[in-house]
C-alpha cells in the first residue's frame, strides 16, 4: 500500500488509490508521466527527452512511500570527479531499484552510497508533493 506523504504534509492517504496495491511497472510508468520541470531538481536543464533529469530525489521519495526501505545517496563520478549526486532505492527485501538511472547517461560511475534524507525542497517548491499528486492523479484515471 502507498502512505504518501510521509514527508509530514499528511499522514496516510485514505483515497482509494492508498488502498491499492501498486506494482513497481505501474508506479514506475506513474512516475515518468508525472515527471515534468516543476519536479526536476535541475529545472533549467530538464529536457523533455531526459524527463528522468533531476527526478532521483523525489522519486525515490514517492518509491518509499509505497514500498519503505532506505535512500542511499551516493556521488555521481566523471573521470574520478564528483558532478553530482543521485539517489535510489533499496527494498526492504533489499533489492536496489533505481528508476532514474537514465538520467546521467552511460559515461559515469556511482561513488560509494550513504544513506541520509536526499533534500526534495531546498527550491522553496514542495517537490515530493508534487510529484506525489501527480502519480495519484495517473493512478485515477487508471
Given at each position: 500500500m502507498c502512505r504518501y506523504w510521509?514527508?509530514?504534509?499528511?499522514?496516510?492517504?485514505?483515497?482509494?488509490?492508498?488502498?491499492?496495491?501498486?506494482?513497481?511497472d505501474t508506479l514506475t510508468k506513474a512516475l515518468q508521466a508525472s515527471w515534468g520541470s516543476d519536479t526536476s531538481d535541475?529545472?533549467?536543464?530538464?529536457?523533455?527527452?531526459n524527463r528522468a533529469r533531476g527526478q532521483c530525489a523525489v522519486t525515490a521519495k514517492v518509491v518509499q512511500d509505497c514500498y519503505g526501505g532506505t535512500l542511499p545517496i551516493a556521488s555521481v563520478l566523471s573521470d574520478g570527479?564528483?558532478?553530482?549526486?543521485?539517489?535510489?532505492n533499496v527494498l526492504?527485501?533489499?533489492?536496489?531499484?533505481?528508476?532514474?538511472?537514465?538520467?546521467?547517461?552511460?559515461d559515469y560511475e556511482i561513488g560509494e552510497a550513504i544513506e541520509?534524507?536526499?533534500?526534495?525542497?531546498?527550491?522553496?517548491?514542495?517537490?515530493?508533493h508534487l510529484l506525489a499528486e501527480?502519480?495519484?492523479?495517473?493512478?485515477a484515471k487508471q
Open positions: 510521509r514527508s509530514g504534509i499528511m499522514s496516510q492517504r485514505t483515497d482509494s488509490v492508498a488502498a491499492m496495491a501498486i506494482d513497481i535541475d529545472r533549467d536543464i530538464w529536457r523533455l527527452d570527479e564528483s558532478v553530482e549526486a543521485h539517489c535510489w526492504p527485501s533489499g533489492e536496489h531499484v533505481d528508476l532514474t538511472a537514465s538520467q546521467s547517461g552511460s541520509k534524507e536526499p533534500v526534495v525542497d531546498h527550491t522553496g517548491i514542495n517537490r515530493h501527480g502519480v495519484s492523479e495517473y493512478l
